[in-house]
């Protein structure tokens, strides 16, 4: 899929646009607002990320700028401003998510590709990694076509893995991703812990193999490579 | 006690003490003139009496004369008034008089010829002066405690419009006051001295508002970016063990600091009055959201939670009311023990939430203030209580925590 980040941090844009580009996506950056149109005007793109304080400019005004020119985009704010009224004004003007800064690539990841999945195939597209099969709007998972039966936390935990596949996914960014920033606690480390092992238990009674790893004392990789 | 009142106390009491000193030195003073004036009188009849003897060599007719005594040439006393009693028949009581007493002659024969004058009525006088005063003092008091209370009333009038303006005053507003003006110059200084202050706290909360924003923008940015840089550099599997946990470290701070900057901005936020809604929020339906999200978690730590909620609405914010409930519910997780319970009872009045839990070392008046966190759980940042704090000031909820050993009770009190 094409992705255009609109964000005024060169680093930031950088670290954004290395992973997505790791994840096959091809990923155009703008630094401006004014650079931003000029992409928009003549490229098409699946998915707009957006931050909405730049240098000069409202990254809300490129939304609208969307919306009345009819661009068919997903948009994905991302923003500092913590503040409740800018995520429901852009909603509202037509964006289809917002993150808040500081947030984990794997989670923008994730929400990218939510949102791409509900444009593109209005939610039907099933999700595989090897035996994996993932249907994300029943919110089913299967081994070797047989279903799992899962909790919707360990639901959560295996989507979030095999969307992020490969990648380092630090018990932070799962705790942060089950439950939102404001419930995340102590607690949930070792909730996560004991649910991965719930899940490997799970996935090894249906015949499948084991993909997830513990890196360290970080987190996880969900992947099939050594 | 307001400012007439204060006022007139101290002429009161300032009154209190001159009023008897005042009567004392008129009586002092009218009796000494009338006294004076009696002795006049005697002395002028002396002056008749002897002025007669020489001429006539006869005692005159007088009124005043009490009686007249040959005396021996050599027992020439000296003239002197004094005060005395006398009885009067037709009165049938003794009355005051003035005597005096003095020496003369009548033809060549030395005489003791005393004088008396009656002193009832100028005691009558003394008394009808003395009254007249004190009427008059008195009516100068009434009448200076209504003319002070007009002048106070007409002169502070521009004081007082201008106080309730001040009581009204809100530094987040964005129109300035106009105060009222005043004839009277104190006033108008003050006036413009409060203008000036009122500009320049206006300008500091602006900053301090300007500098929060900046803050959590700033912040956040470089944060996100050392954070993605950690995780490729703990992605890349080149580390040893010991810059391993370097690296670690270097995350887990990353993200405190990141929560820490959220969490201030929050307080500040709220401070700053920028949540002014008013929604008429469901407090059983956000209980009931909060517990189902945190279920699995609960189960995990294979927690007894017995509830007893009846539907409550409340009028706040609803975000502010959905962060203040999960912080209390997450609370008693967080700080609960394996296998422990949790009690949740609401009504009209409150929502009160029991734990069982480790007895914390912090004591019960800092639990509120930032950064105050058990010893058990170093991973919360202690600022979940500071910002239920300020959100149940806005709102005039009252929070109140009370421990019976293992036992924690966080009470919220919809009404003060």
Redesign the interface.
Known sequence: MKILVIED?A??LQ?IKN?LEEEGNICEIAPDHKSAYDKIGYFPYDILVVDI?LPDGNGLDIIREVKKENIDAGIIIIS?????DDKVHGLEIGADDYL??????AELNARIKALYRRKVYSGNKEIFFNEIKIKPDSHEVFVHDRLLNL???EFDIIHFFVVNRH??L?K?AIAEHL?G???E????Y??IY?HLANLRRKIAELKGKDYIQS?????YKFTDRE | MNLVRKTNTYYLIFLAFLFPVMIAVDYYFIQYLVNSEVEEILLHERERIDFHLDKEGVLPPSNYLLQSTPIDNGAIRPEKFNDTLIYEAYADKQLPYKIYTFTSSINAQPVKITLRHVLLEIHELIWLLFITTSFVILLLVIGLYFINREIYKWAWNPFFRNLSKLKQYNVTQKESIHLNTSSISEFEELNEVITTLMDQVKKDFQNLKEFN?NI???I??P???I???V??L??SNNLDKKE?ARV?AV?QET?KL?KIG?AL??IS?IENQ?FRRLDRVDVHAIIGN?LS??Q??IN??NLNVTTELHPVTIECDH?LAD?LL?NLI?NA??HNKEGGSINMLLNEDKFEITNTGEISEIATEKLFRRFQRGSS????LGLGLAINQKICDIYGFRLAYDRNEEIHTFSLFFKG
């Not at chain 1, 606690?185 to 949930?188: G, N, Q």
């Not at chain 1, 890196?215 to 987190?219: D, H, L, Q, R, T």
């Not at chain 2, 759980?377 to 919360?380: E, G, L, R």
């Open positions: 941090n680093e930031l670290d992973f304080t500092a401003k913590n503040s409740v808040i800064k500081p947030f984990y690539l909790t919707k936390k990648r380092l630090t932070e439950w920033d404001d419930i606690m102590a607690d949930s070792k909730f004991t890196i360290y004392s970080v987190g | 924003e959590s923008h700033e956040q940015t944060l996100a970016i954070r993605n840089k995780v490729l703990l992605e391993l670690e995350y993200n990141s959220k901005t929050l936020r920028e909060i999200n945190m699995e978690i995990f730590k975000i962060i999960t997450k997780v967080q759980t170093k991973d919360s």
